[in-house]
């Protein structure tokens, strides 16, 4: 055997597609060029001063030791805050997790309880990084299409007839990454309905965007759903995304003891705990509502309404309002087709993106990537005036195409 060869697992997966287009980025404006990432979901407001003070305090009190592996008391207390204080829900320390990001908390659950051949179901618009989690996990992803008409979100029959023996998982996320849309407690307790059939089948209820949501859309998750299912379901939130703190990589986790305890043995021997700092940080950022974030979200709506405004005067593109998260998945099959000046024929939606990183030097993501070809996400958290330049920038862009 070449000692350069991988483990076959490797073969399984493919590197991050939103990972890859950041790398793009950085090596174009190594380059010397400048360019626009409206591909990265990241939210561009510093992390509030509250929050970046505890952090501080802990390094200056000397919070710098290992914790426990699963997150200090202190922070598991917050975290039951939240979930009792935002979701009527109420868990144990025993119960609850904290990680260096929901990301690891994810693949720690599926690494803990699936088999090979095990299926996992992930609803398409889908967050990139699940059917690589679940094919390291040798399991197997099913991915189930769902329909902008139908507001991007699976509907029971659908579910029903994706449910097979060997179904480990469903996936759910709400507000959505790429769409931003969100499930409503009535359509949870409907899928509720399904999987009540099936004892086998956990449930994953993917947070993380929870307060990022426009027009007062209410929220529920899936456990405040349907609290029969309790003991099969897992809900993961965290900082990153409601607190603008992506870097301080601390996410966190609450379900039956079972599982929070098999992920807490795969996460000891492998990271162990989250950054003692970063959690000193979280507690700050939970124990409060985030006053901050009436301000944000009025941002975001303007920011939203700017993209719509763009797609909607651009010929060959199309979109529907997202309800949440700060991404707009704009149908771009009306660009398909078309010739760029250079006389090239844009053959999907991965040569749309391409096309417009080249061209108008703005960087999008193509839909193939979240499992549905034809469709661009736009990520919208950017700076005021980078995104006007941007959608500036795509509008002559698209112009210069012809039919």
């Not at 398909?336 to 391409?354: F, K, M, N, Q």
């Amino acid at each position: 055997m070449n000692n350069t060869t991988t483990a076959r697992r490797m073969q399984r997966v493919r590197p991050s597609p939103t990972a890859a287009i950041s790398d793009r980025v950085r090596e174009l404006e190594a380059a010397g060029k400048r360019i626009i990432n409206l591909g990265e979901g990241e939210l561009d407001f510093a992390t509030p001063d509250v929050i970046s003070y505890a952090g501080i305090a802990a390094i200056v009190g000397q919070q710098t030791k290992y914790t426990a592996v699963a997150g200090t008391a202190e922070l598991k207390r917050a975290i039951a805050h939240k979930f009792a204080r935002d979701n009527g829900l109420t868990f144990q320390q025993h119960e609850i997790i904290a990680g260096s990001g929901a990301k690891q908390l994810i693949f720690n659950a599926l690494l803990a309880t699936v088999d090979p051949g095990q299926q996992v179901i992930i609803p398409a618009p889908y967050w990139v990084s699940y059917p690589d989690m679940v094919a390291l996990a040798e399991g197997e992803p099913v991915i189930v299409p769902c329909e902008e008409q139908h507001g991007w979100k699976l509907r029971p029959d659908t579910l029903a007839q994706a449910i097979t023996p060997q179904t480990r998982w469903v996936i759910l996320n709400s507000p959505g990454n790429p769409t931003g849309a969100i499930y409503s407690l009535q359509e949870l307790r409907a899928l509720a309905g399904v999987l009540a059939d099936h004892p086998q089948v956990l449930i994953m209820a993917d947070d993380i965007y929870e307060p990022l949501r426009y027009n007062g859309a209410p929220f529920a998750t899936f456990a405040q759903a349907a609290p029969q299912l309790a003991e099969r379901t897992l809900t993961i939130n965290g900082v990153s995304k409601s607190h603008a703190m992506t870097g301080w990589r601390l996410g966190y986790a609450a379900g039956p003891a079972w599982l929070i305890a098999a992920m807490q043995i795969l996460q000891s021997q492998s990271t162990s705990n989250p950054s003692s700092i970063s959690q000193a940080a979280a507690v700050a950022a939970l124990q409060q509502p985030a006053a901050f974030f009436t301000q944000w979200l009025e941002k975001l709506a303007r920011r939203r309404q700017r993209v719509m405004a763009w797609v909607a005067a651009t010929d060959g593109l199309s979109a529907t309002p997202p309800d949440g998260a700060f991404y707009l998945f704009a149908n771009c099959k009306g660009l398909i087709g078309r010739i760029t000046p250079t006389g090239e024929s844009l053959a999907d939606d991965s040569d749309v993106a391409r096309w417009l990183l080249a061209e108008a030097g703005v960087a999008v993501l193509h839909g193939s990537a979240f499992g549905m070809p034809g469709y661009l996400r736009i990520a919208y958290a950017v700076k005021d005036e980078l995104l006007e330049e941007a959608c500036q920038r795509l509008e002559a862009a698209c112009r210069r195409l012809t039919a």
